[in-house]
């Protein structure tokens, strides 16, 4: 009953995606099938420290990454807290538990020659997929958005006379993106061929059979028309979402307002897309220190 109350939890008083819930419901059920088979015991609430250690052993063993491991034991952790928060656990497991050391990725965002390369009208079909893909391409550009915020995207979101989106971002909060004109044309012509398909999905983005897209297709349009452009081997949504902020930043954003586009609840989540080369840097320094005017 227990697991179930903390689904509730996080879906209802946490405002979490429905992704997210059911990657925690994912995490519980590994840890609970282990107990079972390798120690014979149930229900999670008696679990202690040394079986999670013991946990933590065998998917290390198994190959999962650190990074993997710490956020199975992100989920085990969030729940010992609920489980304390009822008054059903005296004590938390992992109170002490300290996180395994990872590797600082460093994701490179597109250049902007890159990024307007990939848009190029001579790269797309004047088709209905052609005309799609590219708008969802410009959309993760000029809005910054994640890919699940575009998947949810409603025909009703966009207001082509105000040039705005709203946008569904974590924890289900609401924020109004400005759209520039570019984007709008791209809109106004991509509705043209969606309404061929005589779809009746509330959705934006639809397949060729009228259904929503997904994330797999999301991925596959992505790697499509930047496999010929850029030879950086991360490409992805998020790889155009760090290209937004940083070309933002690099000519003259404000961090706070870039911050507000992204959805971000915190400055240090923003400051993760600062990597400013180090020519851009020095432009700036040039201009702006006072002993160099």
Same mark, same amino acid.
């Given at each position: 009953m227990s697991l179930d109350s903390f689904f509730d939890y996080l879906e209802v008083e946490k405002n979490y995606s429905p992704n997210t819930v059911q990657a925690y419901r994912n995490d519980l059920n590994v840890f609970n099938k282990y107990l079972v088979d390798e120690h014979s015991l149930s229900p999670l609430t008696d679990a202690n420290y040394s079986h999670i250690r013991s946990w933590i052993? *065998?998917? !290390? &063993? &198994?190959?999962l990454s650190n990074r993997s491991v710490n956020r199975k034991i992100t989920s085990l952790n969030s729940y010992f807290k609920f489980l304390l928060k009822i008054d059903l656990i005296n004590e938390n497991p992992l109170v002490n538990h300290k996180a395994l050391k990872t590797q600082k990725k460093i994701q490179l965002p597109f250049s902007e020659s890159e990024?307007?390369?990939?848009?190029s009208s001579d790269n797309f079909e004047?088709? #209905?997929?052609?005309?799609?893909?590219?708008?969802?391409?410009?959309? #993760?550009?000029?809005?910054?958005?994640?890919?699940?915020?575009?998947?949810?995207?409603?025909?009703?979101?966009?207001? !082509?006379?105000?040039?705005?989106?709203? !946008?569904?971002?974590?924890? &289900?909060?609401?924020?109004?993106?400005?759209?520039?004109?570019?984007?709008?044309?791209?809109?106004?012509?991509?509705?043209?061929?969606?309404?061929?398909l005589k779809s009746y999905q509330e959705s934006l983005f639809l397949t060729i059979k009228g259904e929503p897209v997904y994330e797999k297709l999301i991925y596959r349009i992505i790697t499509k028309y930047f496999d010929n452009i850029s030879t950086k081997v991360k490409k992805s949504p998020h790889i155009?979402?760090?290209?937004?902020?940083?070309?933002?930043?690099? &000519?003259?954003?404000?961090?706070? *307002? !870039?911050?507000d586009l992204l959805g971000h609840s915190s400055l240090a989540a923003t400051?993760?897309?600062?990597?400013? *080369?180090?020519d851009e840097i020095k432009k700036? #320094?040039?201009? *702006?220190?006072?002993?160099?005017i």
């Open positions: 052993v *065998s998917l !290390v &063993n &198994n190959g990024m307007f390369a990939a848009l004047n088709s #209905f997929t052609g005309v799609r893909d590219r708008f969802i391409i410009d959309l #993760f550009y000029t809005t910054g958005i994640r890919r699940i915020e575009l998947i949810q995207i409603k025909i009703s979101d966009f207001n !082509v006379s105000k040039k705005q989106i709203k !946008v569904l971002g974590k924890r &289900n909060k609401e924020r109004i993106i400005p759209l520039i004109d570019s984007t709008i044309n791209l809109f106004d012509k991509y509705i043209s061929f969606r309404s061929e155009i979402r760090h290209s937004f902020a940083t070309h933002l930043l690099n &000519n003259g954003a404000d961090l706070n *307002s !870039v911050k400051q993760v897309y600062t990597n400013r *080369s180090i700036v #320094f040039a201009k *702006s220190h006072p002993r160099n």
